[in-house]
């Protein structure tokens, strides 16, 4: 009932310690999320225990996932290390989403909703139902369509899902196809804060540029206004994902399930480069008037090819006491990176489609675990998961980065890396009473961005996670209430230094001693037969221990600003960026006959944008309030009518939820704070809006 056409993460926003983030404002396009304050590629994230992180980035991009809502039947969400699961390390949470389940009664069903920023979004679904007592198809399309908050912000998306499944006694085969289309206009600049300030929310810079002539003057329109607007500055990118799953049960306390996978995605972003250097495009110098041009306007385009298969598999034992698992993965990734420019102002040789860099990569990635549970009485379990994990990561190519000297990167990298995780637990459940203690080990591999962007001498290695959790719940009859603590230590966590690399990308370094503590309290309380209330909030502590931050120092020449150098700033302990101390929610849900409302606030403390804990460098605390209605009601001649509507930020809060920031010093034109220049962006997220929505169900 709470899905209006935005992404999963703003779905699961109000569980414990999540907050959410949207590129265009409203949550519907380019969002993203924090669980415990880490960020989303050190979530692990699976659809029916197929692996959904991108193999390189290891991050969900939801944009190419849009209304897939439409087609889940639950998600789990599991805090922490998390038990053996396929794909990327879980560093901050494992969200596992199970698809629909095939529907044994036809049904066809239709959603529209519409509302602020030309926000619009259709959903059809169809089961025929069991079919000669074997056969069950489903099927699902959803177009979804809007403007954005932001400045050129626009998303125009398409998804659809299928399912066929044969059941025969204890044995069932399903063949799964689900995939997406999507175009969206760049935002992810973000709004410079002294905008913010002045009371432009909504600016975006992506696609703005200077058009001049032939000679160098500029080109202003009737206004006087020389600022153009690239309106094909989008990123686009298709998918599709195929799961043929078999799952069958034994008489003598076994199942099995066995899940092929493939998905193919393939997509660029492109962009207007105002006075690009043509050498960082192996583009020659050419002549116009005379004039020797090293530089110019141009158009690129930056390419994503990939492929992703393999297989899942697991056999599960059940018996008295003893329940066991054993289970394993074998997956291959192949992506290809290629860059193109498609148009350079007075280049008269450009041939089609102009290729500037290249490269591949390819990913083997296999586990194994084995994991059982056991109740030494009827209160008391024990759990044990052991799981072995291993990486093969090669990339060879030429890169999109070029050096001060205009040399171009050539990327020759093959890492090979053998992981051990263990998790052990007890548990204790009872009358209502539930309580836990455990421990885990998590060992990540670092991304792409780790390995393309290090200097030579900063060569990245994996990180560690130990995780301690413990908790407490008690299930009363009219209410809920309970606790988890956790103390997550890290070794090597790869953070953002300060640093530039040698060819001027921020460099990421592994830090020795980090870790993230709090305590989640959640609860609940049924105050009448018709209004329910439930709640939850965690404060944590995220620190970096003797954080070492460099920072480029520069000093005016001839009005100029040159580089002299870089400063090195020591902390003792520092908070770590984008991880706020404090995450509530507040739900009061009403509900009567076919009438429901429902009234949630979130709360979010201060986020820090850099390593620093300074508080000019830093996004404030926010609270927000949506309120959602609906009616549903049953007539004669169809199963059901819905009506529904939803007003996100009630009461129009002004609030960033993500955001940039580059600062460095110089003496001459730099504030008071340590004579600190700033560069940034702030995520600004939309006021009050509002949408609507209409269900017919047959």
């Known amino acids: 009932q709470n899905n209006y056409g935005q992404d999963v ?5 109000q569980t414990p310690s999540v907050v959410v983030t949207s590129d265009a404002g409203t949550g519907i396009g380019y969002t993203g999320y924090r669980v415990r304050g880490t960020d989303s590629n050190r979530i692990n994230v699976t659809v029916n225990g197929v692996p959904v992180n991108d193999s390189e980035s290891h991050t969900v991009f939801w944009v190419n996932m849009p209304d897939f809502a439409s087609s889940v039947d639950n998600i789990q969400i599991q805090r922490g290390a998390g038990t053996s699961t396929n794909g990327a390390a879980s560093f901050g949470a494992t969200i596992g989403m199970q698809t629909q389940k095939p529907e044994l009664k036809p049904y066809a069903e239709m959603n529209s909703a519409a509302g602020s920023f030309q926000t619009f979004k259709n959903t059809f679904k169809a089961g025929t139902g069991l079919l000669y007592d074997h056969f069950v198809f489903d099927a699902r399309y959803s177009k979804l369509d809007s403007d954005g908050f932001i400045d050129r912000a626009k998303a125009d998306m398409s998804s659809y899902f299928a399912s066929a499944a044969y059941y025969a006694g204890s044995t069932m085969i399903r063949y799964q196809v689900f995939g997406s289309s999507e175009r969206t206009n760049q935002a992810w600049n973000y709004v410079p804060s002294y905008m913010v300030k002045e009371g432009n929310r909504t600016y975006n810079s992506c696609g703005e540029y200077v058009e001049k002539d032939e000679n160098g003057n500029q080109i202003q329109d009737e206004n006087k206004n020389p600022i153009k607007k690239y309106y094909d500055q989008t990123d686009n990118y298709w998918q599709q994902h195929h799961h043929l799953t078999a799952v069958h049960s034994f008489e003598n306390n076994w199942d099995m399930n066995l899940t092929f996978h493939y998905t193919n995605g393939k997509g660029y972003y492109e962009d207007y480069k105002e006075y690009a250097k043509l050498a960082k495009y192996n583009l020659n110098p050419f002549t116009t008037n005379g004039t020797l041009i090293k530089a110019t306007d141009l158009v690129r385009r930056k390419w994503l090819r990939n492929d992703f298969y393999g297989t899942v598999f697991n056999a599960n034992y059940t018996h008295e006491r003893l329940r066991a698992t054993f289970g394993g993965a074998v997956n291959k990734y192949n992506g290809n990176h290629t860059g193109n420019v ?11 489609d102009h290729v500037y860099y290249d490269s591949d990569a390819e990913k083997l990635d296999y ?35 070029f050096d001060y000297d205009g040399n171009q990167q050539v990327l020759d990298i093959n890492k090979h890396f053998n992981f051990f995780n263990p998790k052990v637990g007890l548990n204790y459940l009872k009358n209502g009473h539930n309580g836990f203690v455990s421990f885990s080990i998590a060992n990540r ?19 560690t996670l130990f995780d301690y959790e413990a908790g407490y719940s008690y299930t009363g009859e009219n209410w809920n ?12 966590q790869l953070i953002l230094t300060g640093k530039l690399s040698e060819i001027g990308e921020a460099l990421t370094t592994n830090i020795k001693d980090s870790y993230r503590t709090g305590i989640e309290l959640m609860g609940g309380v049924r105050i009448c037969n018709w209004l329910d209330w439930k709640g939850n909030v965690a404060f944590s502590a995220n620190k970096i221990k003797n954080f070492v931050e460099t920072v480029d120092e520069y000093t005016l020449v001839n009005g100029k600003e040159e580089w002299i150098g870089t400063q090195e700033i020591n902390y003792k302990k520092t908070d770590i960026a984008m991880s706020p101390e404090i995450v509530a929610n507040s739900i009061f849900d009403f509900h009567y006959r076919g009438f429901m409302a429902s009234f949630n606030s979130v709360f979010v403390g201060r986020q820090y944008l850099d390593n620093t804990s300074n508080k000019t460098r830093s996004l404030d605390p926010y609270f927000v309030n949506n309120i959602q209605l609906g009616y549903a009601f049953k007539p004669r001649f169809m199963k059901e009518i819905a009506l529904g509507v939803r007003i996100n930020n009630l009461f129009n809060e002004k609030y960033e939820t993500n955001g940039w920031v580059y600062s460095y010093i110089n003496e001459e034109t730099g504030n008071t704070n340590n004579n600190r220049v700033y560069e940034d962006g702030w995520a600004t997220q939309a006021g009050t809006n509002v949408i609507a929505s209409l269900t017919l169900r047959f």
């Open 342 to 352: 498609i148009w350079a102002r007075n280049y008269n040789n450009l041939t089609p």
């Open 9 to 13: 993460p703003y779905l699961i926003s």
């Open 445 to 463: 591999e670092p991304n792409r961005n780790n390995f393309t962007d290090a200097g030579v001498n900063e060569i990245p290695t994996h990180e």
């Open 367 to 401: 586990n194994v675990f084995i994991k059982g549970s056991f109740n030494f009485t009827q209160a008391f379990s024990g759990y044990a998961d052991l799981q072995y994990r291993g990486i093969k990561y090669t990339i060879d190519g030429t890169n999109d980065n």
């Open 481 to 492: 209430a309970g606790f988890n603590y956790y103390y997550m230590k890290y070794d090597n």
